[in-house]
C-alpha cells in the first residue's frame, strides 16, 4: 500500500493549487482519505477528509469555503483543490488512508504518503 502526494509549490497569496495523492498496491475505493499539514515547529492537523464512496465530506474550519476534497476511484486517486491560499496555509500536506471511516485525528489513518510542500508567500 502506498500513497503518493504531489501538486505542491510555491504561489502568492489568493492563488490556486490542485494537489493529487495516488494510490497504488491497494484499491483507494475502500478507503476513507484525509488530507493533513504540518507547519514548521507545530503539530500536524487536519485539513479535510472523503468518505470511500465521495457522498460524504469534512473540513476544518480554516479551509472551509476554500478547499475542496474529491476522488475519481477509477483513478485510484483524491485531490484537494485549494482556492484563495494564505501564507498561513504553508505545510507540507500529507494524506492519508483509513479502511473505517477515516476521521479528523491522525490516529484514525492507516496508511500516510510522504507529503507535498505548499508554500504560500505575502
Do not use: H
Not at 504540518?38 to 485539513?47: H, L, N
Request: charged share 15%; hydrophobic share 35%.
Amino acid at each position: 500500500v502506498q500513497l503518493q502526494a504531489s501538486g505542491g509549490g510555491l504561489v502568492q497569496a489568493g492563488e490556486s493549487l490542485r494537489l493529487s495523492c495516488a494510490g497504488s498496491g491497494f484499491s483507494m475505493d475502500n478507503y476513507a482519505i484525509g488530507w493533513f499539514r504540518q507547519a514548521p515547529g507545530k503539530v500536524r492537523e487536519f485539513v479535510a477528509a472523503i468518505s470511500w464512496s465521495g457522498d460524504a465530506t469534512y473540513y476544518a474550519d480554516s479551509v472551509k469555503g476554500r478547499f475542496t476534497i474529491s476522488r475519481d476511484n477509477a483513478k485510484n486517486t483524491v485531490y484537494l483543490q485549494t482556492n484563495s491560499l494564505k501564507p498561513e496555509d504553508t505545510a507540507v500536506y500529507y494524506c492519508a488512508a483509513d479502511r473505517d471511516s477515516g476521521g479528523t485525528f491522525t490516529y484514525q489513518y492507516d496508511y500516510w504518503g510522504q507529503g507535498t510542500l505548499v508554500t504560500v508567500s505575502s
